[in-house]
DNA sequence: GTGAAAGCGCTAACAT
DNA sequence: ATGTTAGCGCTTTCAC
């Protein structure tokens, strides 16, 4: 044992003192700036190896300022969802190649935690913000907007401000969900859809009455609920529904939460074989449910990769004119959503 | 429009000059020192506002070195599994309590990525540090430690460095599970389980190998497989052995992604309905299979916060000897660890 | 209760 | 190719 048993760390200038050299040569190295003798890169990293030297990323930042970007941060609402954690990955791998770290925080649906943690990651000087925005007005950007930080919007566009955006093909998942149900002799779809007005959820709806609409179906609100929260209340909801007069033949379900409480309280009514299903956004083991799930499976994987790669150009000095970008969705047959209308004595066009 | 449309950030002194106050009462405001005559407290608060400031933590930070912590990190194997998403949750819902941030990271079981990331935590100049280990060896540590940064294990015991550790309690929640299938009958009961010679792994083998023994059933290494990664490696593995000569009459899994490939393979076969399983830690929609999954359900909420609470008491000082908590795990009965044993002519005790 | 001066650990800008 | 000086934005220390 030499060292001192728990001294204070040391610093750039213990390192140089030991080596022999200046401070701003230790900064060299550790910067690997090619312009250093490769005699005193040695005798420095020998002096780090032996004072147990850690360079100090948070005086470096601070410093530096403006110079290279070192992080950014993310605003999820809730990695427990397989759609936010896939988000996170493919950000980290993103940041990951331009040596920055992410700072990450879950949301959950709060749009005052999204004040919050957005002010915090602000006072942190993050380099750049991608936001799955909680809230309906992110016009509290602005300011800091001006200032030069970079802001990209993830899954729900942002309001009363101006920003880059990557937001999945909502309506057009959602038409095509219907419409593979309508396909299958579907005249009567519920609609089991969550609360809130953010633009995803409104798209969704939209796909939805925009494809009964083609098909002349007309919307019957009994058979529509907009108001669901927990995986709990779609599985009441579904029961309820499915206990009316002239239950639907098929549902279509506009979140994987809310599918797995339908698909609970399908089972429960016990016409989970003969009710069609079909859900916006793929959840995993859906494919080992019996029947297993058709879905409209999102890509929250290119949405993070998309949304990080532009947060990048911009901290990089990008200028372009601010821009949405629109990735698609696939529909996934499963099984639950093949399932046909049961036979009717009249209708069936053709 | 007054301000200037992109410049420089204001700081304390701009605020200060605006307000007619020094820096340092700029400073008290911020860190809400009490004794600031309320009147500049509202001068501050006016000039901060006018000029869009947000105080720098990251310059805060540096010269306050030793104060308040700011930042723990947290190194998890895959925000994916909800193993590693409720430790995430918990871990951020404690060092939200003390105002402190969370860096979090996942380690996809790379010991390489391991050693980085916590180079690069260090270099931040986090409080503390939060791991699910990778590798075998955190000898690396030991300088930290010395230099008195507090590292707190979960779920993975560290190698070659004594540091506090939360586990679950794996040898008895295998040693239950399996137990389990054996008072259904059974006495051929196959072994899944990961590659990888972490203590979790090697205990969950434990608690298998020590039931039989209890129940004085031989240990057959033709239904043990130790050596499988993904779901599919597990959903072959358990079609190889199915497909012998002696198949097992029940499956015991030691792990969640293995578990699933198990239900798949299983499904397969045609089996699922008459070869038991008993997975361990829980996962998602176990519930909703056919039959349903019986599981060891750990507590990994429990373990995020028990750690991140023994890390918050070591750094604030706290320094009583280092020790390791055990969390206990909860046997589950859904239905497939309930299947029980074909009568055979002979054996079955009692 | 408030302020002035010094300094946290590093890097930018300029020498040399 | 290396060193010097100044200063990033804040907080500590100590004076008033």
Known sequence: MVGPESTKRPTMGDVAKLAGVSRKTVSRVYNSEPTVAEELVAKVRIAADQLNYKMNL????LRRSGGR?????????????????????????VAEQFGVTVLASNL??????????TSILIARRVDGLLIVPAGLDQSYLANEQRSGMPFVFLDRPPHLVLADTVLSDNENGSFNGVTHLIEHGHRRIA???ETGTHEPARQRFDGYRVALQHATIPVDSNI????LQSETDAERAIIEIMATNSP???VFSAHNRLTKGVVKGLRTMGVERTVALVGFDDFELAYLLQPAVT????????????GAEKLFKRIHGDHSPVGTQIVPTTLIPRGSGEISAPRRPSSVAR
Request: hydrophobic fraction near 40%; glycine fraction near 4%.
């Open 191 to 193: 609609f089991i859809g």
């Open 58 to 61: 948070v005086a470096s930042d």
């Open 224 to 227: 529509i609920r907009q108001d």
């Open 108 to 117: 959950d649906e709060s749009a005052e935690r999204e004040r919050e943690l």
């Open 295 to 306: 879905v409209v499976a999102q890509d929250p994987a290119t949405i993070g990769r998309v």
């Open 69 to 93: 970007p070192s992080t950014i941060g993310l605003l999820i609402q809730d990695v427990s969802n397989e759609f936010s954690a896939s988000i996170f990955r493919s950000v980290e791998d």
């Open 248 to 250: 639907p033949t098929a």
